[in-house]
């Protein structure tokens, strides 16, 4: 059974930083893409951040571009999530997603970790 583990989340003050990191446990599986979205309380999940795994792409969603850094370490199969400038609206639980190839969307995913910004 494959399984991502999240971690790094906590609470910062605005303007602070965090780093999340994402690993899968158990079997391995062949990624295409490894995203990060977030979910606040009252609101849908949302798209933060992505990077394919081969090329290292990466993906921002508008509210976080300038702010956040994707990133991943393909020999230690983990990707990062850099947030900096951080603001009271980036309060949710982040949730790290893995992609693989052949399929049109995240198909695995972490329990997720929360990260609140005070202000």
């Known amino acids: 059974q494959v399984q991502l583990v999240e971690s790094g989340g906590g609470l910062v003050q605005a303007g602070g930083s965090l780093s999340l990191s994402c690993a899968p446990s158990?079997?391995?599986?062949?990624?295409?893409?490894r995203g990060w979205f977030r979910q606040a309380p009252g609101k849908e999940r949302e798209f933060v951040a992505a990077?394919?795994?081969?090329?290292?792409?990466?993906d921002y969603a508008d509210s976080v571009k300038g702010r956040f850094i994707i990133s991943r370490d393909i020999a230690k199969n983990t990707v990062y999530l850099q947030m900096n400038s951080l603001k009271p609206e980036d309060t949710a639980v982040y949730y790290c997603a893995s992609r693989t190839y052949g399929v049109n969307d995240y198909n695995y995913w972490g329990q997720g970790t929360q990260v609140t910004v005070s202000s």
């Open positions: 990077i394919t795994w081969s090329r290292g792409t990466p």
């Open positions: 158990g079997r391995t599986f062949s990624t295409y893409a």
